[in-house]
């Protein structure tokens, strides 16, 4: 069993940044792959990033250039920095976790880009 928090969201306006954080219960070593997705009202939820043991990252075209996912291993978190935040990028924003075959999400940061 993993658990996940993540923290970070907020209100910001257009062009501006945002850092998430998730802290997971497990050592993150022991997670194959850690990810962000996000959900917009009336949307499926979609990868935003993701990030295996060994470091490959990978990004939805919508948020290369912009989003950036990395792996603090000495605090068990995962990071996403957002810069030149756009409207569209307001969603709900979910930390997953795989390990063992196992899915494990945390309950979602909100993230609203707004002037």
């Known amino acids: 069993q993993v658990q996940l928090v993540e923290s970070g969201g907020g209100l910001v306006q257009p062009g501006g940044s945002l850092r998430l954080s998730c802290v997971t219960s497990?050592?993150?070593?022991?997670?194959?792959?850690m990810a962000w997705y996000r959900q917009a009202p009336g949307k499926q939820r979609e990868l935003v990033a993701g990030?295996?043991?060994?470091?490959?990252?990978n990004y939805a075209d919508s948020v290369k250039g912009r989003f950036t996912i990395s792996r603090d291993n000495a605090w068990n978190t995962v990071n996403l920095q957002m810069n030149s935040l756009k409207p569209e990028d307001t969603a709900v924003y979910y930390c997953?976790?795989?390990?063992?075959?196992?899915?494990?999400w945390g309950r979602g940061t909100q993230v609203t880009v707004s002037s």
């Open positions: 990030i295996t043991t060994g470091g490959s990252r």
């Open positions: 997953n976790a795989i390990k063992l075959g196992g899915s494990y």
């Open positions: 497990a050592s993150i070593l022991s997670i194959d792959f």
